[in-house]
C-alpha cells in the first residue's frame, strides 16, 4: 500500500528527475518514491511550482495543506482518473431526493453511534465507570430511524457525541487533560486540540480514499453539499472517528507519549507543539495499517483499507447493487 508523508518542516518540494524531492531549509534533502507516495500532508512553508503539481497529477498524489496551528487549509486534489459521469448523477439523485439522502444520513449517524458504544463498553470493560452515558446514548439512539429530516438528525447525532465526550474524562482520568466541553476554533484546551487535529487528519485521508473510487467527494449526505468543497469525506469519517482518531488520543495520554508541556497558547487558542503533532501523526499511522478481521472479506485488513471498503459499499448502494450497511467494530 502506498504511503503518506509528513512535512513538518518548511521548504521547496519539487521533482527531482522521476522521483519527489523536499529540501528543507535546513538540513539534508528528503526523497519521497514516488511509486510509494499515495498524499502528501504539509505544516509548514512550501515552495512548490507548476511542473511539480503535474508531476503530482500524473502520479495520482493529493496535497493536504495545514496551518501552523494544525487547521486543515484545503488540498490539491488532481484531476480525477476515476470519475464516472453515470456515478455522479446517481449521487446527485440520491442528494436530491430527501427520502434517499435521509436514508444514507441515518446509515453514517448509525454507524457513529454504534461505534461510539463499542469504544465506551471497550473502556467500561477496563474499569472506567461510564454506565451513565452508555445508558445515554442507547437511549438516544432508538431515536434515529424515527428522524424525519436532517436537521433533526444533526440534533440527535450531537447529542449522542454530547454525552461520548461526556465520558472523555473518565477514561483518560488525567487533571492535565480534562475536556470542558466541545471547542474546535479555537480549541480552548489540550485534549479538545487533540480531537480537532486528530480530526483534521481523518478527513484528508478519507478525501485522499475517495479519490480512488469512482465517487465525487462534494456530494455528501449527512453534511450538507453547498459552498464547502468537501462533504463526503466528513459523512464517512463520522463512522471512523471514534475507532481511529479517539483510540489514538486515549493510547496517547493513557501511555504518557503527550503531557501538557507539548502544548502552547497561540492566538488561534491551544496548539499542540510540532513535536507532539509528529508524535500523533506517527501513533496514527500506526493505527490506520493495523489490521482487524473482517468476517465478510475472510481476510485480515487494515483500519485504512476499511475506509477504502466503505466506500465501495456506498457506491454499490447507489448503483441499486447492494443496501448500504455501515462498518460496525466488533471487538
Same mark, same amino acid.
Not at 21 to 35: A, D, I, Q, T
Not at 45 to 60: A, P, T, V, W
Given at each position: 500500500? *502506498?504511503?503518506?508523508?509528513? !512535512?513538518?518542516?518548511?521548504?521547496? +518540494?519539487?521533482?527531482?528527475?522521476?522521483?519527489?524531492?523536499?529540501? &528543507?531549509?535546513?538540513?539534508?534533502?528528503?526523497?519521497?518514491?514516488?511509486?510509494?507516495?499515495?498524499?502528501?500532508?504539509?505544516?509548514?512553508?512550501?515552495?512548490?511550482?507548476?511542473?511539480?503539481? =503535474?508531476?503530482?497529477?500524473?502520479?495520482?498524489?493529493?496535497?493536504?495543506? $495545514?496551518?501552523?496551528?494544525?487547521?486543515?487549509?484545503?488540498?490539491?486534489? &488532481?484531476?480525477?482518473?476515476?470519475?464516472?459521469?453515470?456515478?455522479?448523477?446517481?449521487?446527485?439523485?440520491?442528494?436530491?431526493?430527501?427520502?434517499?439522502?435521509?436514508?444514507?444520513?441515518?446509515? $453514517?449517524?448509525?454507524?457513529?453511534?454504534? @461505534?461510539?458504544?463499542?469504544?465506551?463498553?471497550?473502556?467500561?470493560?477496563?474499569?472506567?465507570?461510564?454506565?451513565?452515558?452508555?445508558?445515554?446514548?442507547? %437511549? !438516544?439512539?432508538? %431515536?434515529?430511524?424515527?428522524?424525519?429530516?436532517?436537521?433533526? !438528525?444533526?440534533?440527535?447525532?450531537? @447529542?449522542?457525541?454530547?454525552?461520548?465526550?461526556?465520558?472523555?474524562?473518565?477514561?483518560?482520568?488525567?487533571?492535565?487533560?480534562?475536556?470542558?466541553?466541545?471547542?474546535?476554533?479555537? &480549541?480552548?484546551? =489540550?485534549?479538545?486540540? +487533540?480531537?480537532? $487535529?486528530?480530526?483534521?487528519?481523518?478527513? %484528508?485521508?478519507?478525501? %485522499? =480514499?475517495?479519490?480512488?473510487?469512482?465517487?465525487?467527494?462534494?456530494?455528501?449526505? !449527512?453534511?450538507?453539499?453547498? +459552498?464547502?468543497?468537501?462533504?463526503? @469525506?466528513?459523512?464517512?469519517?463520522?463512522?471512523?472517528?471514534?475507532?481511529?482518531?479517539?483510540?489514538?488520543?486515549?493510547?496517547?495520554?493513557?501511555?504518557?507519549?503527550?503531557?501538557?508541556?507539548?502544548?502552547?497558547?497561540?492566538?488561534?487558542?491551544?496548539?499542540?507543539?510540532?513535536?507532539?503533532?509528529?508524535?500523533?501523526?506517527?501513533?496514527?499511522?500506526?493505527?490506520?495499517?493495523?489490521?482487524?478481521?473482517?468476517?465478510?472479506?475472510?481476510?485480515?485488513?487494515?483500519?485504512?483499507?476499511?475506509?477504502?471498503?466503505?466506500?465501495?459499499?456506498?457506491?454499490?448502494?447507489?448503483?441499486?447493487? *447492494?443496501?448500504?450497511?455501515? $462498518?460496525?467494530?466488533?471487538?
Amino acid at each position: 500500500m *502506498k504511503r503518506t508523508f509528513y !512535512l513538518f518542516t518548511s521548504g521547496a +518540494l519539487y521533482r527531482c528527475d522521476n522521483t519527489i524531492c523536499f529540501e &528543507p531549509l535546513s538540513g539534508p534533502k528528503r526523497y519521497l518514491p514516488v511509486e510509494d507516495t499515495a498524499e502528501i500532508v504539509v505544516f509548514g512553508e512550501l515552495d512548490l511550482n507548476k511542473r511539480f503539481l =503535474e508531476f503530482c497529477s500524473r502520479n495520482e498524489i493529493l496535497l493536504h495543506f $495545514f496551518s501552523h496551528e494544525g487547521y486543515y487549509q484545503g488540498s490539491y486534489y &488532481p484531476r480525477e482518473h476515476l470519475a464516472s459521469g453515470a456515478l455522479l448523477l446517481v449521487q446527485a439523485e440520491h442528494y436530491l431526493d430527501e427520502k434517499k439522502r435521509l436514508t444514507l444520513a441515518r446509515s $453514517f449517524v448509525e454507524g457513529a453511534s454504534r @461505534n461510539i458504544l463499542r469504544v465506551m463498553k471497550y473502556y467500561q470493560a477496563r474499569g472506567k465507570d461510564l454506565s451513565a452515558s452508555i445508558d445515554s446514548i442507547e %437511549s !438516544l439512539q432508538t %431515536s434515529i430511524p424515527h428522524a424525519d429530516g436532517i436537521a433533526p !438528525l444533526m440534533a440527535f447525532e450531537g @447529542n449522542i457525541r454530547e454525552m461520548y465526550y461526556k465520558g472523555f474524562d473518565t477514561i483518560v482520568g488525567l487533571p492535565d487533560f480534562v475536556f470542558e466541553g466541545r471547542s474546535r476554533r479555537p &480549541p480552548r484546551n =489540550e485534549l479538545n486540540a +487533540l480531537i480537532s $487535529f486528530g480530526n483534521s487528519i481523518l478527513y %484528508s485521508i478519507c478525501l %485522499s =480514499e475517495i479519490y480512488r473510487t469512482h465517487l465525487d467527494p462534494r456530494i455528501g449526505y !449527512l453534511h450538507a453539499t453547498n +459552498l464547502r468543497r468537501f462533504t463526503l @469525506n466528513l459523512d464517512v469519517a463520522e463512522i471512523f472517528k471514534p475507532l481511529i482518531v479517539d483510540r489514538v488520543i486515549f493510547t496517547l495520554l493513557g501511555r504518557g507519549m503527550l503531557k501538557v508541556g507539548d502544548f502552547e497558547r497561540g492566538t488561534g487558542g491551544i496548539m499542540m507543539k510540532e513535536s507532539a503533532r509528529k508524535t500523533f501523526v506517527q501513533q496514527m499511522e500506526e493505527k490506520l495499517h493495523t489490521t482487524i478481521d473482517h468476517r465478510e472479506i475472510g481476510h485480515p485488513v487494515s483500519y485504512q483499507r476499511l475506509i477504502r471498503l466503505e466506500l465501495y459499499k456506498l457506491e454499490k448502494h447507489l448503483l441499486g447493487d *447492494k443496501v448500504y450497511e455501515p $462498518f460496525l467494530a466488533t471487538w
